[in-house]
């Protein structure tokens, strides 16, 4: 039986699940420390460990979904200077790991949320229908654009990439206000001190005002951030994931709205982790270029 491992790679940890070549799922989804910040050989053996799945077993392939910025065709990581994976910059991560495991197979790259988006469209009808955006709300905004379960990544009014972490927004950019960072800025304004995403999502499950109307704020900052990509390219649905859609329900009210309004269907991912596995799959399938 062919296996497939499917690696969602993070700055903090690396969420893998192996499947068989039908998709059947193998294991449960394991996470283990990414080593994001150590030296590039700690980090590719970790790598190569993971894809060995503990037992000494090679996969017949490997997808892996890594944050940008990233050249994914020729598996080269560009990310320096924020705090993860600075060690890797510009080197050859495919044939750093062909010698690791010590033989060549195929080990296919995409973007994280390009595989969220791709994993959203195979589970939700409505995601693979028409036209789509995905965006992830995490430590920064990730997002992609689709058609009929396609990923764009140019077009009349798609963002280079389908990316919109980089668009200028209030003082800043959207990735500066619609991720951890925005959350923190919010926290300092009502608490005077940071506090985590998951800390303020339980005191406004408590009835916290401050936390309530923080959560307010940072929903108005999204809908502002959005709402040219959506008035433009007018998608049918959007997709949320990340950490911080978990507390939708607090920030979702001016979107909800909107989407209303405009005839937009919003999907709120419940498990973001599960979608990029099954994006990666459908990667490996060659439903989608890397």
Known sequence: ??????????????????????GIPIDQIMRFPSKSKADSATIINNLSEIIRNGNG??????????PGPFDYENGISYMKGIGKYDSIYGKPLRCMLYKALGREMPILFINDVEAFALGSAATYDEAGKGRCIAVAIGTGCGSAFMENGKCLKNGENVP??????????????IDDYISSRGQTRLAMKYFG?????????????????????????????????????????????LVLGGMISHSFQFFGKDITEYAGKHGIRIIIAEDTSALIHRGLFHLIQGGQDA
């Open 193 to 237: 001190k940071d506090i985590s995403g998951r800390e303020l999502h339980r005191m406004a499950c408590e009835g916290c005002l401050e936390a309530k109307l923080l959560f307010t704020d940072f929903g108005k900052d999204l809908l502002d951030a959005l709402q040219p990509f959506l008035g433009t390219f007018m998608p049918q649905t």
């Open 160 to 173: 280079e990439n389908g990316w919109i972490y980089n668009t200028a927004f209030r003082n800043g950019t």
């Open 57 to 66: 077993m090679l996969p017949e392939c490997v997808a892996m979904a890594f």
């Open 1 to 22: 039986m062919k296996v497939y491992a499917l690696l969602d790679v993070g700055g903090t940890e690396i969420k893998r699940r192996t499947v068989s070549e039908d």
